[in-house]
Antibody, heavy 116, light 110 residues
Framework: EVQLAESGGGLVQPGGSLRLSCVVS????????MSWVRQAPGKGLEWVAN????????HYVDSVEGRFTISRDNAKNSLYLQMNSLRVEDTAVYYC?????????WGQGTLVTVSS | QSALTQPASVSGSPGQSITISCTGT?????????VSWYQQYPGKVPKLLIS???KRPSGVSDRFSGSKSGNTASLTISGLQAEDEADYYC??????????FGGGTKLTVL
């Protein structure tokens, strides 16, 4: 069974940092593109970043470029999102997922709240 | 990176068919056959309904179908059921390797 489990969310002040993790099981992690998608409270889905299976290619939405870094450790079946210089508008549930455009498996999400 | 354009809401009666549109540009929907559709119930994780414009993953009802013409993709739900009441999102690959979602459409089953 494919499983994805995010962790690392929480309350942080504007300008602060958080590192999200996503541990996966049930599939060959190193063979898939992975991505992060977020959803602000009461709002729609927003793609944040994706990373190629071997980590050699990464892409970001303009609003997080230069502040967020996506990475992966294929030996640990883990995906990460380092978030720096956080803003109030980054408040959202962050979902990791298998795939990029066609995300066929999603984690349950982790809530990031940026507030003073 | 502007979001793909979807109607905010659509509605239909049980048994009817409805179509949700998703309008992009020549840099995304029109250029690539990499459009997906997701269904999301309130408080739940989104579920993939359609990938690559018209492919249904295993387990997805054949009442859901996807298509594309030019810069507009469409999701059609036939034989509408009460359980179809949910939010629906389109998603497309874009030039440069990024991904765009639509703003979402709330489907109400009357």
């Amino acid at each position: 069974e494919v499983q994805l489990a995010e962790s690392g969310g929480g309350l942080v002040q504007p300008g602060g940092s958080l590192r999200l993790s996503c541990v996966v099981s049930g599939f060959s992690f190193s063979r898939y593109w992975m991505s992060w998608v977020r959803q602000a409270p009461g709002k729609g889905l927003e793609w944040v970043a994706n990373i190629k299976d071997d980590g050699s290619e990464k892409h970001y939405v303009d609003s997080v470029e230069g502040r967020f870094t996506i990475s992966r450790d294929n030996a640990k079946n883990s995906l990460y999102l380092q978030m720096n210089s956080l803003r109030v508008e980054d408040t959202a549930v962050y979902y990791c997922g298998r795939g990029s455009v066609a995300r066929d498996s999603w984690g349950q999400g982790t809530l990031v709240t940026v507030s003073s | 990176q502007s979001a793909l354009t979807q109607p905010a809401s659509v509605s239909g009666s049980p048994g009817q068919s409805i179509t949700i549109s998703c309008t992009g540009t020549s840099s995304d929907v029109a250029r690539y056959n990499l459009v997906s559709w997701y269904q999301q119930y309130p408080g739940k994780v989104p579920k993939l309904l359609i990938s690559e414009v018209s492919k249904r993953p295993s387990g997805v009802s054949d009442r859901f179908s996807g298509s594309k013409s030019g810069n507009t993709a469409s999701l059609t739900i036939s034989g509408l059921q009460a359980e179809d009441e949910a939010d629906y999102y389109c998603c497309s690959y874009t030039s440069g390797g990024t991904v765009l979602f639509g703003g979402g459409t709330k489907l109400t089953v009357l």
